[in-house]
């Protein structure tokens, strides 16, 4: 299971969830269903400016969790 | 066509054809069906049973056409892909499998009895065979509408 640490990092960057959502160019309803893992798929070009926007590594926002392990 | 525009006249064709069949069974299947019993004395008695027969074969029918009424309502929404209207469309896919099995059952009592006349034979064959292909066809846009649903609700949480 991929989990999203969005809020982690916009914790450490000090930024709020509209911030994001301006500068980045998607909603805060979609800002929203990826930081409550409802969200099916992402695609690479929002990976890409939401990594950019945040400076930050694809791996400091998703991580893999065993399913088994729960 | 727009989509609004589309919807108000699926809607008005509805209402219209859901009038028409009411009208069909409360007023003309019974002149008619009167009219029938005075030119053949001899069936006169099967008057009232067959005049049951057709009123209860108009139900699956019209309320067919009521939930067909509430997927147009849908399609206006701009929601036309939605879980509702595959279950609805999976409810008409029954009720005409129910209508099928119904005239089916009719022609075979009709034959049983001996009254199965050729116009008679005609009319619930042919009945028999648009049921069925509605079943058919309703089956199949039910699980196309589902699958549709599922592409949506994915895309729409593809961020």
Redesign the interface.
Known sequence: MIIINLDVMLARRKMSVTELSEKVGITIANISVLKNGRAKAIRFSTLNEICRILGCQPGDILEYIDDDED | MKQKELSNLLIFIGVLVTAAIAVCCALIAPVMGRAVAEDYPDYAYMYLPCLIYIWMAAVPVLISCVISIRIFLEIGRDNSFCEENAARLRHIGRLFLFETVYLFLGITLMGILGMLFLTVFLCLALACSVSLCATIVCSALSHLTYKAYLLK??SE???
């Open positions: 609700r994915d949480l593809t961020i």
